[in-house]
């Protein structure tokens, strides 16, 4: 006979047994979902129609840029083709949009890469911190959809070997942040009510609303005209230029700094940068890492050494404002993070240049 305590373990083991063989079904189901009827870019609806664009135009592009608004504010590809050389024989098109950053972009990417019916030479990244997943953000699809369980891994290692000055509160708060929305992406947390939502958004687009997408140059780029912030933004930074100042002041230091003395970097990140490089090798595609002027300046401390690890044949470095001082000017200064359509074509010859350097210089 049976002791009540024996029949108490063996129920318990039988429950835990069956809520694991449930939760097993579940993941798989999900993971079934997810393969069969789910795009890979569903919940980036911006990237969404932009991909779904470059598939349509077939081989009229070849070189790709991939980033945060600071790639799609930036970088005007019409001009890009224009100032390389005609040898290269050069389409770029800007697959940027608003927090497009790390792991996203780099799960983007491989996904890009895969893509039978594109013809890609060369890609640019921009380099960013992981993604910040802002608490307003959080349980929607935009945080989450795009997860997958390596990202998940890279994030919160990156995270914790960051070598910026934040805190550990912060850094908690990023990762507790980056688990709830992998924990929702693994179990499909409104997966069905968020895509169907994303459905009927594209359902509902019409010519002009893609074309605001894509820009008026067809190359992906949508800049920022002076003459139409109706924000004032401009006339705020005309009003104090000193915020300008003390910017390119700040950004000076960390380069100095960084002259003076070489810092450790984070080691996580740079093992999936080279990583990438090497994945891109193999497919015949020349990678780049492109580092913008004007994002946050507390981030340079943790991509000025990191930029100076990667290899000179894979970076692309603008962000340096004792070579580059324009590019923190007020004349071309949309805001204290982006350029105005005249800094873009600035910034966007500059990177041509750059372009033509490490290409022409790995070609021969």
């Known amino acids: 006979m049976k002791t009540p305590k024996f029949k108490n373990t063996f129920g318990i083991i039988k429950l835990i047994s069956q809520m694991a063989i449930i939760i ?20 980036n609806f911006n990237v969404h129609i932009k991909t779904k664009y470059i598939k349509e135009k077939g081989d009229e592009f070849n070189t790709y840029f991939i980033g945060s608004s600071t790639i799609y504010r930036h970088l005007m590809l019409s001009v890009f083709d224009e100032e390389i050389d005609p040898d290269l ?3 770029s098109f800007n697959l940027g949009t608003g927090r497009f950053a790390p792991p996203e972009t780099y799960i983007y990417y491989e996904y890009l890469i895969n893509e039978e019916d594109l013809n890609i030479d060369y890609v640019i990244i921009e380099l ?30 990156s995270l914790m070997s960051s070598k910026s000055f ?7 708060h990023k990762i507790k942040n980056h688990t709830i929305s992998f924990a929702e992406n693994v179990f499909n947390f409104g997966l069905i009510k968020s895509y169907v939502r994303a459905l ?21 780029f949508k800049g920022y005209y002076v003459e139409d912030l109706k924000k004032g933004k401009n006339e705020y930074y005309k009003r104090d230029p000193a915020r300008l100042q003390k910017k390119l002041n700040q950004m000076e230091m960390k380069y100095n700094k960084y002259d003076r003395k070489s810092f450790d970097c984070n080691l996580v990140h740079l093992y999936e940068i080279n990583r990438l490089i090497e994945l891109s090798e193999e497919k015949g595609i020349h990678l780049i890492f492109f580092l913008n002027p004007k994002i946050a300046v507390k981030q340079y401390e943790e991509y000025i050494p990191l930029m100076q690890q990667i290899d000179d044949e894979h970076k692309i470095e603008l962000a340096d404002c004792r070579f580059y001082p324009e590019l923190y000017s007020l004349e071309y200064a949309y805001d204290n993070n982006h350029l105005n359509i005249d800094g873009a074509r600035i910034i966007t010859k500059l990177a041509a240049k750059k372009f033509n350097e490490i290409v022409r210089n790995k070609k021969y």
């Open 24 to 43: 097993t079904a579940v993941l798989i189901i999900n993971q079934l979902i997810r393969k069969s009827f789910v795009s890979k870019t569903w919940g």
């Open 89 to 91: 024989e050069v389409r």
């Open 128 to 157: 960013r911190d992981i993604f910040k997943i802002l608490d307003e953000n959080l349980h929607t699809a935009r945080a989450s959809y795009w997860y997958t369980p390596s990202a998940y891994l890279f994030a919160i290692k």
């Open 166 to 172: 934040e805190s550990s509160d912060e850094k908690s």
């Open 200 to 220: 009927q958004k594209e359902y509902e687009l019409n010519e002009r609303k893609v074309k605001s997408i894509i820009g008026e140059f067809d190359d992906g």
